[in-house]
């Protein structure tokens, strides 16, 4: 199984600012993802990243709140814009080694405080 | 729209004893199913998965169940210890890859 870091593990931000979130793959993975994972409750699919094009959002969410970067098959960037206390949540990286219906591993996550 | 969901919000059990966590998935077209384990202030961890060419699985202490018929998944965990204690997901794969994930149950066990 892939081992997969995320960096910060944790941050507490001002609204109107951004954050990037770091997610690092310690081999070459064929599918990335972020989730977000708000106090209590389960895991929602923000999108798809797409190496070397642009992500494949889910409803609700778009480019232009959460821009996501995939330059190489074991790194990936998610950004968290222009933040409202709203956004205060889990950000999640996973990854599979295969096909989209192969296992997905999970990073440990970054807790967003935004006040 | 399509969804999983768990019977269970909540499980309190003893140590030593099975723990059975059950959830509902609604899309027939689902061939791939996954259970994971979060543990606080952690990411969920992979557990065990089956495939719905399958009834059964087992794991290390866990079986997973799935039955095509009715939607339903479960997981069983066998003599259920204090580090079992955690938030378990069901999670689905329906056609077009999207891992979508059911509402959780939170496992308590108690010494």
């Known amino acids: 199984s892939a081992v997969i870091s995320q960096k910060p593990s944790r941050d507490i931000c001002q609204r109107g600012t951004s954050l990037t979130i770091q997610c690092q793959v310690d081999?070459?993975?064929?599918?990335m993802f972020w989730y977000r994972q708000q106090p209590g409750q389960s895991l929602t699919l923000i999108a798809t990243a797409n190496q070397g094009s642009e992500a494949t959002y889910e409803s609700g969410f778009v480019i232009d709140k959460f821009p996501i970067s995939r330059p190489n098959l074991t790194f990936s960037t998610l950004t968290v814009s222009n933040m409202s206390p709203e956004d205060s949540s889990i950000y999640l990286c996973s990854a599979s080694s295969g096909g989209a219906r192969e296992t997905q591993y999970f990073g440990p996550g970054t807790r967003l405080l935004v006040l | 729209g399509e969804s999983v969901g768990l019977h269970l919000p909540t499980l309190s059990v003893q140590e030593g004893d099975n723990s059975i966590i059950n959830c509902a998935y609604s899309?027939?077209?689902?061939?791939?199913f996954i259970w994971y384990k979060q543990e606080s202030g952690k990411g969920p961890q992979f557990i065990i998965d089956i495939r719905s060419n399958m009834d059964k699985r087992q794991g290390q202490r866990v079986t997973v169940l799935l039955n095509k018929t009715v939607k339903h998944l479960s997981l069983q965990i066998a003599a259920t210890q204090p580090g079992d204690s955690a938030v378990y997901f069901c999670a689905e794969t329906p056609l077009g890859g999207k891992l979508i994930f059911g509402q959780g149950t939170e496992l308590s066990v108690k010494p």
């Open positions: 899309n027939s077209a689902s061939d791939y």
């Open positions: 081999s070459q993975v064929t599918m």
